[in-house]
């Protein structure tokens, strides 16, 4: 379990990494909705890839990506709506800047995402 909580983090340093570069540069061009929205889906396709393969240490051929990508799909759309509101919270309601509601929206859902991750999307099936 320390050694999930480890890769856990260092995936999702990188995915949140690259989801905040990404919205934050497309931010000075879009709103931050919509540059919010393109890191999320950039980000989406590294986190999978990095926690099937480092954190929950699954193989990529036996990994039944058919059950496992929607219900992380599904963990990861409910994270993204989470930090939407975030969002919208600390950029309209407390009218934080930009990269500092964008910050806040990024780090609030990891510890939610773990649990699911870990006891639902890559748990991994007792063999018979």
Partial sequence: MPRQIF???VVGLAATA???AVALVLS???TPYIANFVGFIVALGI???GHLRL???LDWEQANHWH???RYTGVAVGGFVLSQLVLGVAFDLLQLPVWL???V???VVPVLSFLLSSLWVFRQEKKI
């Fill in 28 to 30: 000075g061009h879009i």
């Fill in 47 to 49: 986190s999978y890839i």
């Fill in 7 to 9: 890769f856990f983090g």
């Fill in 55 to 57: 954190t929950f240490q």
């Fill in 68 to 70: 496992r990508l929607p």
């Fill in 105 to 107: 929206a990024v780090i």
């Fill in 101 to 103: 509601a964008l910050g």
């Fill in 18 to 20: 690259i989801h905040y």
